[in-house]
């Protein structure tokens, strides 16, 4: 027999979905609620802006949006619109966002645009009250600092394959009887510097691919906790007149080194002076800051303990036979050390650390050019071996540590952490992607994530489970 339904009128769903709501609300949202306090957080300065202009007419409270948006980077909802839906079909979520009704999307959009510098101001609030957090729960972990740089991708017609691939399809057609034309090379290398309608979205290459972005720097400490994060824009620039600003050269791999280690010094300042008493033992850094002033502003004027950065090729030619060096510190012929190189002059400029040059004994000037008589030559070059030496060369090869290393080994091992941190900020938060090419709004993005793991620090410390201080996401399942 078939068994009889009972039919549901619309007022039993509305009772039944009403008793869920009230009685059966998830265990995360308790949480939030119970320890999520905004008021506790939020500088009083950003309460002032948000309320400055319109007064408290405002049809959202400034905890609402806040709210929402962190909220949002929690559960990980990529876009504002999706979320959107979820908050029309939620009642709970509104009422932990404290709405009454859902705003629009360019009201969200709006709010980021106007309180970039606030969401700032709260971010870096946030980095003071972490720390001692932090130091709780690794003290060595704390005080390493890591620093990279990403970008994240505008939404710009550059960024379309189809630019590039139309660019290709026109140089295959106009140079079809010439086989000996790269058009890829070629198409890539008439690729603009920057996109058309902004020209701070650059063309860089990051994560093994060209892309046209809006570049950051973020520092995190050990435990992948963010720290610090600067665009490097023109703000930036403005704010940092010394910052040499790099000509473009044919190697992408260059570009985003020479812009790595530009930026270094300006981040590092700002976040010493922004928090004075954050902890600075261990610094960790790709190849990118291999260069020997480096090593004496991080060891001297920053005061770290230690600088793990391993040697970059293009610093040396390790092909070529290594000279030694005399009493005086003068390099020697890398074939016969009774013959000390001959000094010619100093070298400045380009950003790079000032250098003393050597060259061959055996060289000689012929019609204004050097040439090298050299019988046994140590390189092909007809100008000869050329050597540099640099004032804390020893700061590079003795760094605090001793390189390659067990030591060395398991400390550089954290490094990898900072571009975990910058994954999780661009996929599970969503904000890799963006559908807009306005940099306030991206920039707010990536402050509220930034915020939004702070957040989550102090969280899961307040409720006493450190396991959670990088995502609160197993607390939804």
Request: proline residues 6%; hydrophobic residues 35%.
């Amino acid at each position: 027999m078939f068994k009889k339904h009972q039919q549901m009128s619309f007022a039993d769903i509305y009772s039944a979905c009403k008793d869920l709501f009230q009685n059966d609300k998830p265990k995360f949202l308790q949480l939030l609620e119970q320890y999520f306090d905004l008021s506790e957080l939020v500088p009083l300065s950003f309460h002032h802006a948000y309320y400055n202009h319109l007064g408290r007419d405002r049809d959202y409270s400034l905890y609402s949006m806040l709210s929402a948006l962190i909220l949002q980077k929690i559960l990980g909802i990529p876009t504002v619109s999706l979320f959107i839906i979820f908050l029309t079909l939620s009642k709970e979520l509104r009422d932990f966002c404290g709405f009454d009704k859902v705003p629009h999307n360019s009201q969200f959009t709006r709010f980021k645009q106007d309180f970039v510098d606030e969401l700032e101001t709260f971010f870096n609030k946030l980095v003071d009250i972490t720390e001692p957090i932090c130091q709780k729960l690794d003290e060595q972990l704390a005080s390493i600092l890591i620093f990279d740089t990403s970008g994240i991708e505008a939404y710009v017609a550059e960024n379309n394959p189809k630019y590039i691939n139309s660019l290709i399809k026109k140089l295959k057609k106009y140079y079809k009887d010439d086989p000996d034309v790269d058009v890829y090379k070629m198409a890539y290398g008439l690729m603009p510097s920057s996109a058309a309608v902004n020209d701070e979205i650059k063309q860089l290459y990051i994560n093994g691919h060209f892309c046209y972005v809006y570049k950051f720097g973020i520092l995190t400490n050990g435990l992948g906790i963010v720290r610090h994060i600067a665009f490097l824009d023109e703000d930036f620039k403005a704010k940092h007149p010394e910052v040499i600003v790099d000509k473009k050269t044919d190697s992408p791999d260059e570009d985003k080194s020479i812009g790595d280690s530009t930026a270094l010094k300006p981040i590092l300042k700002d976040y010493f002076d922004l928090h004075p008493n954050a902890l600075r033992d261990i610094f960790l850094g790709d190849s990118a800051f291999d260069s020997y002033k480096t090593y004496p502003f991080l060891l001297k004027d920053c005061n770290f303990k230690k600088a793990l950065i391993p040697l970059n090729p293009r610093n040396s030619n390790s092909s070529l036979p290594q000279p030694g060096y005399n009493e005086f510190g003068w390099p020697l012929c890398p074939l016969d050390s009774s013959k000390p190189m001959i000094p010619n002059g100093h070298c400045y400029g380009n950003g790079r650390s000032p250098r003393d040059k050597w060259v061959c004994p055996e060289t000689h000037f012929e019609n204004g050019k050097r040439v090298c008589h050299c019988e046994n030559p140590c390189t092909s070059s007809p100008y000869g071996r050329v050597v540099y030496t640099y004032p804390d060369q020893n700061l590079r090869a003795y760094p605090g540590i001793i390189r390659n290393t067990k030591e060395w080994e398991v400390l550089y091992k954290k490094r990898a952490i900072v571009e975990q941190t910058v994954n999780y900020f661009k996929e599970p938060m969503g904000i890799g992607n963006p559908k807009t090419r306005d940099k306030k709004t991206i920039k707010a993005d990536l402050l509220l994530a930034g915020i939004t793991q702070l957040v989550t620090v102090i969280l899961a410390d307040k409720i006493d489970k450190h396991k959670y201080f990088r995502s609160l996401k197993p607390l939804v399942a």
